[in-house]
């Protein structure tokens, strides 16, 4: 089945020791998205990429950088986390912006823990 | 820019009673609808959208919404909940920025379902 895969589904990192967060999808979709959501919160998108245009959200910290190698992986740096950094994070994807093609596949997310 | 108020925060109901989850949204055009369920530590699953056309859209898992502009609202029915259904459960509006597509979600209703 063509999905999203979200690795590793749960991550414990220290206060300022950089991470890596990993997402891959089988969909062949155009657009990758980063969303954080905190305990008993919305998902907030932090950026997303079309192909390989980059578009960050206006209020995403710069501790929080992405790269995508290809057209099937994303991944979610972060530089140095803080306590408040903890939360679960989601990849999405999506055929195109707009459109029939804008639904978000999303995968089942990665928990962060911040010691 | 773009918002979703979802008025309840908790909702219970009786299995086999119907349901009905509230959304109203703000934008200034023709948005794009979507409801999203999910469990407690997964990702989020797409019951329903609308995007143009019949504003009564049938989902997965027998939910449907109705999409009435007059009153900026997309709410979620179901005739007859099952227990399998306890979830939160998350509106959100897709809408194009300037930075291209964003998915702006409501701060979720949390259902409980009582057997």
């Known amino acids: 089945d063509a999905m999203v895969i979200q690795n590793p589904r749960y991550q414990v990192t220290q206060f300022g020791k950089p991470v890596t967060l990993s997402c891959s999808q089988t969909?062949?979709?155009?657009?990758m998205y980063w969303y954080q959501q905190k305990s008993s919160q919305a998902p907030k998108l932090l950026f997303h990429?079309?192909?390989?245009?980059?578009?960050n959200e206006a209020d995403t910290p710069d501790n929080f950088q992405s790269r995508r190698p290809n057209t099937s992986f994303c991944f979610l740096d972060i530089r140095s986390p803080g306590l408040g950094d903890a939360a679960m994070y989601l990849c999405?994807?999506?055929?195109?912006?707009?459109?029939?093609?804008?639904?978000?596949?999303f995968g089942p997310g990665t928990r962060l823990t911040v010691l | 820019a773009q918002s979703v108020t979802q008025p309840d925060i908790h909702i219970t109901v009786s299995e086999g009673a119907s349901l009905e989850l509230r959304c109203n949204y703000s934008?200034?055009?023709?948005?794009?609808l979507f409801w999203y369920v999910q469990s407690p530590g997964q990702g989020l699953q797409l019951l329903l959208k609308y995007f143009s056309g019949d504003t009564l859209v049938q989902g997965i898992k027998g939910f449907e919404a109705e999409f009435k502009r007059s009153q900026s609202s997309f709410n979620l029915r179901k005739p007859s909940v099952h227990w399998s259904d306890a979830a939160e459960y998350f509106c959100a509006v897709g809408a194009l920025t300037g930075g291209g597509n964003k998915l702006t979600f409501g701060t979720g209703t949390q259902l409980k379902v009582e057997l």
């Open positions: 999405a994807t999506s055929k195109e912006l707009a459109g029939s093609g804008n639904e978000q596949f």
């Open positions: 934008y200034g055009a023709t948005p794009y």
């Open positions: 990429y079309y192909d390989k245009d980059f578009n």
């Open positions: 969909l062949n979709h155009n657009v």
